[in-house]
């Protein structure tokens, strides 16, 4: 069940720290709509990780890493590259997860609930790697404990505030 030529893309692309590699969200494009004269939106398959180096990776195989980490979206590299963090739009299982680079550690921290639904925007890690900063649907920005070890903290008074980034300084 391979995708065909020009059928997927890739978005939302994030290098790793030491450049090696490229972590992005998976798309596919779905079949046309009505007559076929225009293309229905894309949807998003996965997170994906492939070497910078110019190794040129098939899309059956961009696919099957893809739904691995299925509904995973806008990765962040940690500062120091030891995970990606990425927000699921999983309706049973969605949040903020961080993973391994190799994709093999897979954690859970921050459960997606009724009041405080995670955007589907990149988050943004603290230069020290403790924090992640993040936007949710409703338009606030949030700190979390990046290990997941505390509720999430809430920043903004806004609600059209998104895609918070933190100073490298």
């Known amino acids: 069940a391979g995708s065909k030529p020009g059928e997927c893309q890739g978005m939302d ?3 790793s720290p030491d450049g090696k590699h490229v972590a992005f969200t998976y798309f596919q494009r779905r079949a046309n709509v009505g007559d076929g004269s225009k ?4 949807k998003p398959v996965g997170l994906v990780v492939v070497p910078s180096t110019g190794i040129t990776v098939e899309e059956n195989e961009l696919e099957a890493q893809a739904l691995k980490n299925a509904d995973a979206g806008a990765p962040a590299w940690s500062p120091g590259g030891n995970w990606i963090a990425f927000v699921s739009t999983r309706s049973v299982d969605g949040g903020i997860y961080v993973i391994s680079p190799d994709l093999a550690t897979r954690k ?6 009724d009041r405080l639904v995670p955007a589907q925007a990149p988050v943004s890690w603290s230069p020290d790697s403790k924090w992640i900063a993040f936007s949710t649907a409703d338009g606030f920005i ?5 290990d997941g070890s505390g509720p999430p903290q809430r920043i903004t008074s806004g ?4 895609m918070p980034t933190f100073s490298r300084k």
Do not use: F, R
């Not at 859970?108 to 609930?113: Q, R």
């Open 108 to 113: 859970k921290i921050l459960e997606k609930a």
């Open 142 to 146: 949030y700190l979390l404990p990046s």
């Open 159 to 162: 609600g059209n505030d998104y």
């Open 13 to 15: 692309p994030t290098w």
């Open 39 to 42: 293309e229905a939106p894309t």
